[in-house]
């Protein structure tokens, strides 16, 4: 085994960076363990397409049998959203996938790490993992937020999940010394909400100003951090908080209930909130999903012409 074959670049992505054109990097954890069959594959082949009218290219990240796959057809997507025991893989997962050729779906920390092997600098998702609410006794804080601190990636979502603690979530990127930005609002949003009761570190408004602020981190001054780009959801499909947090509450007492613990709390929390909101979340979730491959795929044609 060696670094070669434990990395494949689907040849449309390789062409595309080889050339210096934008390319968006997405997730599969979101396939695998956040939604429901069959809206998984169908929002994984809609938002590479989101991405390809935008004028990047597409490049869904995994671990397929032990390989890091940078770029996924479409047998390999439907894979990832039909398979039973797809592992959910976060950085440290990662070695061990490697070592046995198992096959895992990447959170937003795998899926930085492999992009950043791969030279992709800008990645899109839907809601980033943070700083878990009670996290003071159970310690659970999101590798995400540790892998934004050392891995040179943009990462667009809409926010951070009311399941989590955001004002805590923001202050461990503040520690970390991960830059912030809204994009178009003074607001942290809150995934399925454009609001947070939290302020915007700092707010740009459209994709020339925030590759402007790769460029200042990455090129100007030279910093290996990753940035995260907060893109409130459309007020057209967003939820009002107060609707939804009567079903987070509740969500959060049955992890308590039926001992939900470790990498399986997000999952099992993304489900609970889609059944009891009987699919609105889902609806909700893709629309963001949608709107934020829109911007990444913006930013990178945008940061691609500053390299030039
Ligand atoms: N939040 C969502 N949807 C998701 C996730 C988070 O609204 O699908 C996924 C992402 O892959 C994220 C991961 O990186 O959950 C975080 O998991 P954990 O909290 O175990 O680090
Ligand atoms: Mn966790």
């Given amino acids: 085994?060696?670094?070669?074959?434990?990395?494949?670049?689907?040849?449309?992505?390789?062409e595309a960076l080889a050339a210096g054109h934008p390319v968006v990097a997405l997730e599969s954890t979101i396939i695998s363990h956040g939604m429901p069959y069959p809206q998984n594959v169908q929002m994984a082949t809609e938002v590479e397409?989101?991405?390809?009218?935008?004028?990047?290219?597409?490049?869904t990240i995994a671990v397929l049998d032990g390989?890091?796959?940078?770029?996924?057809?479409?047998?390999?997507?439907?894979?990832?959203?039909?398979?039973?025991?797809?592992?959910?893989?976060?950085?440290?997962d990662l070695p061990w996938l490697i070592?046995?050729?198992?096959?895992?779906?990447?959170?937003?920390?795998?899926?930085?790490?492999?992009a950043a092997l791969a030279g992709i600098r800008v990645f899109a998702t839907g809601g980033i993992g943070g700083v878990h609410r009670g996290a003071a006794t159970t310690f659970d804080i999101s590798a995400d937020l540790t892998e934004l601190a050392v891995t040179p990636v943009a990462v667009v979502s809409a926010g951070v999940k009311s399941i989590l603690d955001i004002r805590l979530?923001?202050?461990?990127?503040?520690?970390?010394?991960?830059?912030v930005v809204v994009n178009g609002s003074d607001e942290f949003p809150s995934f399925y909400s454009r609001e947070s009761g939290l302020a915007a570190p700092h707010r740009l408004d459209g994709a020339a100003a925030l590759a402007s602020?790769?460029?200042?981190?990455?090129?100007?001054?030279?910093?290996t951090t990753g940035i995260s780009i907060a893109n409130p959801i459309p007020a057209a499909d967003e939820i009002p908080a107060s609707e939804i947090s009567a079903f987070i509450e509740?969500?959060?007492?049955?992890?308590?209930?039926?001992?939900?613990?470790?990498?399986?709390?997000?999952?099992f929390l993304l489900k609970r909130i889609v059944e009891r909101t009987a699919g609105r979340s889902l609806v909700a979730n893709l629309a963001l999903v949608r709107n934020n491959a829109a911007?990444?795929?913006?930013?990178?044609v945008e940061y691609a012409k500053l390299q030039g």
Avoid: F, Y
């Fill in 1 to 14: 085994m060696n670094a070669a074959h434990s990395l494949s670049i689907l040849p449309a992505v390789a």
């Fill in 49 to 59: 397409g989101i991405v390809r009218a935008n004028g990047a290219t597409p490049a």
């Fill in 67 to 92: 390989v890091c796959c940078v770029g996924l057809d479409a047998d390999q997507l439907e894979r990832l959203g039909t398979e039973h025991g797809v592992h959910k893989a976060t950085t440290r």
């Fill in 99 to 114: 070592a046995t050729q198992a096959t895992g779906a990447t959170t937003v920390a795998a899926t930085m790490r492999i």
């Fill in 169 to 179: 979530t923001l202050e461990r990127l503040e520690t970390l010394g991960v830059p």
């Fill in 213 to 223: 602020m790769l460029h200042a981190t990455w090129n100007v001054l030279g910093l």
């Fill in 250 to 267: 509740e969500a959060i007492v049955e992890l308590d209930v039926q001992h939900v613990s470790g990498q399986d709390v997000t999952p």
């Fill in 295 to 300: 911007t990444a795929a913006a930013i990178a």
